[in-house]
């Protein structure tokens, strides 16, 4: 048996999400579909995350583990051949028996785009959050910062998550402003559901003068759904880096 590790690309906009669903398209069940015509056998193929629906994936890792033979290049080749056009297996390695996608996970990169214009782009529609009162990145720049360390971010985490632990660290956080879009970026070593989406609604709520500059920490130690901002629509949200001890990136 060997365990292969593959790098994929989606644009999520079509699927309900990563994870097989009974009644709906899923990103899992259409690259386990390719799998089985690939090697001739119903494969279980293992994410590193659950994407909501909507959200997209610049690197999404996954493992498989098989008694196919078949070249990792072959692979890549073969599983193209068979998925859609949104979505692209990018790489292929064979890794140890025991690696798993998820749990060897060390952190992920997501990035959330936001067209802050009164015009949309035709070629963002899918891609970002059309947000037309004017928003001050600098100041959500600022704020951003409480965001970085270790926190329990239950006021951060959708209501009726069933997490156990919703302590998280953030080791990185920013936001920046190109022209018309507003990008908002942070890494850290797992996230809650809604979390980064919630994060982006709070710094919008605070620039608009909704919620008061500096409050975040206090949100955060509530604990409190409530206290903290909107949450911003799926479809500006991609799954930017994957990280693993190995630096796989």
């Known amino acids: 048996m060997r365990n292969l590790l593959l790098t994929i690309r989606y644009c999520g906009t079509r699927y309900s999400g990563w994870q097989v669903q009974a009644n ?3 990103v ?3 690259l386990q579909d390719a799998v089985e015509r690939l090697f001739q056998v119903r494969e279980n193929v293992t994410g590193c995350s659950r994407t909501d629906a909507g959200v997209h994936a610049n690197m999404y890792c996954c493992n498989i583990r098989t008694a196919s033979a078949l070249p990792c290049r072959t692979v890549v080749s073969g599983l193209n051949a068979y998925l859609p056009d949104d979505i692209a297996v990018l790489a292929c390695e064979e890794v140890d028996y025991d690696f798993h996608a998820r749990y060897d996970c060390t952190g992920k990169e997501y990035r959330y785009l936001i067209r802050n214009s009164a015009i949309r782009d035709p070629f963002l529609i899918d891609r970002c959050w059309l947000f037309k009162p004017k928003l001050d990145a600098a100041l959500m720049q600022t704020q951003a910062q409480d965001f970085v ?4 971010f239950s006021a951060f985490c959708a209501a009726g998550a069933s997490t156990v632990n919703n302590v998280r660290t953030v080791t990185d956080c920013s936001v920046e402003r190109h022209g018309d879009e507003i990008t908002f970026s942070v890494t850290a070593n797992g996230f809650l559901y809604n979390m980064v989406r919630i994060m982006v609604g709070t710094l919008t709520d605070i620039s608009l003068g909704k919620i008061p500059p500096g409050t975040i920490p206090q949100i955060i130690a509530s604990r409190d759904r409530e206290r903290a901002g909107v949450t911003a629509p ?4 991609t799954l930017n880096r994957v990280f693993y001890r190995s630096e796989k990136e």
């Open 149 to 152: 360390g270790e926190h329990d």
């Open 234 to 237: 799926a479809q500006g949200l």
């Open 24 to 26: 709906a398209p899923t």
């Open 28 to 30: 899992q069940q259409t």
